[in-house]
DNA sequence: GAACCCGCTTCACATAGATCAAGGTCGGCG
DNA sequence: CGCCGACCTTGATCTATGTGAAGCGGGTTC
């Protein structure tokens, strides 16, 4: 099977072999860390572009009373950190969620295989967007949709995420946060995440246990939490009539 | 004075002043814009690269409900739809808010100008990555921070910006927006912004009247809006001396 | 200059979600 | 093998913000 890194940016461009074997060449394998461990804090310059190969992480920032807000779940072949050097110092931290195997590639290697590859300088692009195309639904979700929809929406969001890249086993996924960084990522608290996600485990939308996420009717789940996957930007027919088909007949 | 995206980009790259000229000779004059009116739909493909040149517009998307959730201010300078051609569709749309004067480019000229001049293609990739940072931002803002905070916030980010670009007067912009558009952006009720604007008139942080925002002290605002520029990633030291600089010698 | 409309303001009341607090369960570690 | 620390669960109460409704002022239209 290809490269996890490979698997997501077929996404954003038609990679050639070559475009494939250059991309996973350039990628250093890197360390491996436990739950909980900062991977890059704000105010860093991190050295290299950090990829994750296997865990979960999350881009977060802290407030001064020692709130944390989650701004991202970094999945495997997520970028943490792609373009430092143009921006100068991190604005937000990156840690792990759960033990984690994290390659790395020099930023000149980066900049080389987009100079010399149309396909490669577009996918990397393309990923680019797509995170701020999460984060935009991320505020709608915080903005407007009450807490049951919200938590169901990031529920739907990382099913099709962990499929897109073939880590999904059916509607099933490993799921191996803790209700506390749901929370963090929702806006809410742990206690309320908790009350949500048992009413949705009550009205057979979900099961949650053994760190595994099952999603028993998936159009149902969408459709409750308004959730259209048209913002990942994918290719091909994820979810194929959800409501995401309702818009383009609009 | 140099052209409003030329001001802006600087931030982001050296540009030369080929670079510059390069970049100028690229805009075409476009359309202008009543407020209120729809400058792309979501779903769209649009043919050119919209710059504003005069003028707020906002990203935005529509809910079942009716409701409408404002994801980013568009002010002079900002691209609305730099990179449509890698993503396809248009996951959200773009409106005017109040009058506005749009640019184009076409797409094949911010290929060409991005392929020929490092510099530039640094300043691209710089302004889509801000543009990501201020969405983080806001995430935090939302998820966190209480209403009072959160508009403060909204107006400091704002003053900054439009500082940058050098469009301020003094610590006085033109901000001639609705409280429901301000309420549609920081996810609250047009009652409740109310109510929080008129606290901070009361507590003499700002004055908002005539379509014209006043920060009477910007680092007092800041310091209760918990704002911190360095999100914004601009060069000089604007503001210097606010809970950046504590950051920094943390 | 009358009629309107839009945005601002205020008030009374409703509620989603926060807060505080107390168990309970389970896996890891000494 | 028993303790301890994370995490989950539940209950009672509080509060920030939403909802519904009404009036007001200024600018625009006819």
């Known amino acids: 099977m290809s490269h996890i890194l490979v698997r997501k940016l077929r996404h954003g461009a038609e990679l050639s072999p070559l475009d494939e074997a250059a991309l996973v060449g350039a990628i250093h394998d890197g360390k491996r860390l436990a739950a909980r461990q900062t991977v890059v804090s704000e105010g860093d310059r991190p050295r290299d572009v950090h990829v994750i190969l296997d865990g979960f992480a999350c881009r977060y920032k802290i407030l001064p009373d020692g709130g944390r807000q989650i701004m991202a779940w970094l999945v495997p072949g997520d970028f943490c950190d792609l373009h430092v050097a143009i921006l100068g110092a991190m604005d937000h931290g990156i840690a792990t ?102 009413q949705l485990r009550a009205d057979g939308l979900i099961d949650w246990s053994d760190r595994t996420l099952t999603v028993h009717d998936p159009r149902a789940l969408a459709e409750f939490a308004d959730f259209r996957p048209n913002y990942l930007h994918l290719k091909g027919e994820l979810w194929s009539g959800t409501a995401d088909a309702a818009l383009a007949g609009k």
């Not at 590859?117 to 692009?125: F, N, T, V």
């Open 97 to 198: 969620l759960t033990p984690s195997r994290l390659g790395t590639i020099p930023p000149a290697d980066v900049d080389r295989l987009s100079r010399t590859s149309p396909a490669l300088s577009r996918a990397l692009w393309w990923a680019t967007l797509v995170d701020e195309a999460i984060l935009r639904e991320w505020l709608v979700t915080m903005g407007r949709r009450p807490a049951d929809r919200q938590v169901a929406h990031l529920f739907c969001e990382l099913l099709v995420r962990l499929q897109s890249v073939g880590l999904a086993d059916g509607n099933r996924i490993e799921l191996p946060i803790t209700q506390g960084d749901l929370a963090d990522a929702a806006g809410l608290t742990a206690v309320h995440v908790n009350r949500v996600v048992q």
